[in-house]
C-alpha cells in the first residue's frame, strides 16, 4: 500500500511539473510536399550476379499530426504520427543498354544487358520525433528522425533487354517488357511485400501568427525495398529532397 501511495504521488508530482512545464505545449499538424532522387545501393545477391545499381527518386504527400511538448523557452520536443502518399522509384543494371552505330551504315551494334525499372504507388505510415529550436519572433528550426514503412498498393516493373550483336534498326536491338503490379502480384513475388524506410529531417519555420508557419527543408533518407522471394535479388536506396509545406501548433 505505501509503495501504491508513494507511487501515486509520483505520478501527481510529475503531472503538477509537467502541466508547469508544458504550459506553451500544443497540437500540432503538417502539410507537406517532398521529394528528390537517389541511388540504389544493390544487395549481396545482385552484386553476386554483377547486377549495379542505378538511380532512385521518391515523392510524396503526407500529413505529420501529433503534440508538441514545450522542454523550456526555446525549446519544444514533437511526437508526430506521419502518413499519406508516396510515389517511388529503382532501377538497377547489368553490363550496357547502350545501342551504338555499327562500322555499317544502316547498322546498330550493341552489348548484352538488362535494365530493371521498378516504381511503387504506397500508402505511408512511419512515427517522427523533432527537436524544435526557437530563434524568437518569427522564425523557428526543426530536426527530425522518422521511420515507418511504405504499403506498396500497385506499381510496375519493366524489364529493358539488349542483345549482342548487330541490328538494322535500334529498336530491333532491344525489348522491352512491362508488368503491371496491383497488391496481390507485390505479395505474391516479392518479400518482405512493405518498403521500410528511415529519414533525417531539417526544417525552418516562418511563422505568419503564433500558431501558422510555413516550413521548407530537405531530407537525408533511405529506403529498404523489397526483394524478388525466389532471387533473394533486390536493392536499397540513399535519397536526397526538398520538403515545402504549412505548420500548424505552438511555437517553441
Known sequence: MKKIKKFLLTMAMTMALGTSAFAASGFEFLFQLAGGPGVVIPNKEAKDLGIKGSLSSDADISAQIGYMFQVKDGFGISVLGELGYSWDIYSMRYGSKEVASGSSVGTYSTQKGPDIIQYYHSFKLGLLPKFNIGFGGRHGLAIGISGGVKIPLAGNQSLT?????????????????????????????????????????FDY?????????????????????????????????????????????PKA
Open 161 to 201: 533487354s539488349t542483345k549482342a550483336g548487330s541490328y538494322t534498326t535500334s529498336e530491333d536491338a532491344k525489348t522491352q517488357t512491362d508488368i503491371p503490379l496491383k497488391r496481390k502480384d507485390i505479395t505474391d513475388m516479392f518479400s518482405p511485400a512493405v518498403i521500410g524506410y528511415m529519414k533525417v529531417t
Open 205 to 249: 519555420y516562418l511563422f505568419f501568427t503564433d500558431n501558422i508557419a510555413m516550413n521548407s527543408g530537405l531530407y537525408l533518407g533511405g529506403d529498404f525495398a523489397p526483394k524478388q522471394k525466389e532471387t533473394k535479388i533486390g536493392g536499397n536506396s540513399f535519397d536526397i529532397g526538398l520538403q515545402l509545406g504549412f505548420r500548424f501548433g
